[in-house]
């Protein structure tokens, strides 16, 4: 079965069918209109999923964070962003300290760390390495849930497929991303300062003065917040994705690569527009030197 009858097949009454009549723009306005109608769904199901579901949602939440098989052997997705926010911010630091040097106030490394790691880097590092693995993967499963007749059987015994499917993803990464996040924004504090003071032999209290001063509260709350709405996204393109896959293993395939796709971009525009909603009118730092 294509996407389009699958999703008919779920929601009959609901999805206005009109990739027929205005050829490509239609076909991504009826895409674009399903994934809406799935969001909808299964963000408003969330009551009903942990009334009914808790079970599945705490499986979940164990398996997303430390992993299942052989990704448990490494500690998971976090391990993973740790590791990976690490080298970013590390990254950050690097290039910020030769960027800066070169007009001579490479002292305000500091200062810059605070800043992109903790407004930019740090949510989209962690989104991008929580689509590579935990969305990634639950396409597959739910893709081969899809092409096995595994969601239509959970449908045959009563079983709302969407809640207990979908709805436990977006809880679980809902829960996941608030400790992750917290190991990833130590990693984003720790590896820059270590890469300044020890690598490139700046004093700890230069660093230090400059980190303080310009790292805002306010900022790591927003930064919080943006990394939840970044792992809501990712969880529900991911699942959309799965749940209407088609073609047999192929197309599970497909389906992935079309989640990362897509998940990769909006990871990014999300992060856009939340730095141009917060700090496109006013950045709330004065550079003084």
Same mark, same amino acid.
């Given at each position: ?7 008919? @097949?779920?929601?009959?009454?609901? !999805? ?62 976090? @391990? ?6 690490? *080298?970013? *911010? ?7 300290? *030769? ?18 790691? !903790?407004?930019? @880097?740090? =949510? ?9 693995? !935990?969305?990634? $993967? ?14 239509? @059987? ?6 709302? *497929? ?13 829960? !996941?991303?608030? =400790? ?11 590896? =820059? ?26 900022? +790591? ?27 047999? =293993?192929?197309? +599970? ?26 700090? $496109? ?9």
């Amino acid at each position: 079965m294509s996407n389009a009858t699958v999703m008919r @097949a779920r929601f009959p009454r609901t !999805v206005i069918n009109v990739d027929r009549y205005a050829g490509g723009p239609g076909r991504a306005l009826d895409a674009f209109g399903r994934m809406v109608w799935f969001t909808v769904v299964s963000v408003g199901q969330i009551p009903f999923t942990l009334r009914r579901y808790r079970a599945e949602a705490v499986r979940l939440i164990a398996q997303i964070g430390m992993g299942t098989g052989a990704l448990a052997v490494v500690g998971g997705t976090v @391990a993973i962003v740790a590791f990976v926010t690490l *080298s970013g *911010s590390s990254l950050v630091a690097i290039q910020g300290f *030769s960027s800066l040097g070169n007009i001579g106030v490479e002292v305000f490394t500091g200062f810059f760390s605070a800043l992109v790691n !903790v407004r930019i @880097a740090a =949510p989209v590092v962690t989104g991008i390495a929580l689509a590579a693995t !935990v969305g990634a $993967g639950a396409t597959a499963e739910l893709g081969a849930m899809r092409i096995s007749e595994e969601i239509d @059987a959970l449908e045959v015994m009563g079983v709302r *497929s969407i809640a207990f499917l979908a709805s436990t993803r977006i809880v679980a990464a809902i829960v !996941v991303i608030l =400790p992750l996040y917290g190991l990833a924004m130590v990693m984003a504090f720790l590896s =820059p300062q270590l890469v300044t003071t020890v690598l490139y032999g700046q004093s700890s209290g230069t660093y230090n003065h400059y980190f303080r001063t310009f790292l805002r509260p306010d900022d +790591v709350f927003w930064s919080f917040v943006v990394a939840v709405l970044i792992a809501l996204v990712v969880m529900i393109t991911h699942c959309y994705y799965g749940y209407t896959a088609a073609g047999g =293993p192929v197309g +599970v395939g497909e389906a992935v690569g079309r989640s990362m796709r897509f998940s990769l971009v909006a990871v990014v525009v999300v992060a856009m527009a939340a730095s141009l909603a917060l700090y $496109g009118v006013d950045p709330n730092f004065n550079l003084t030197v």
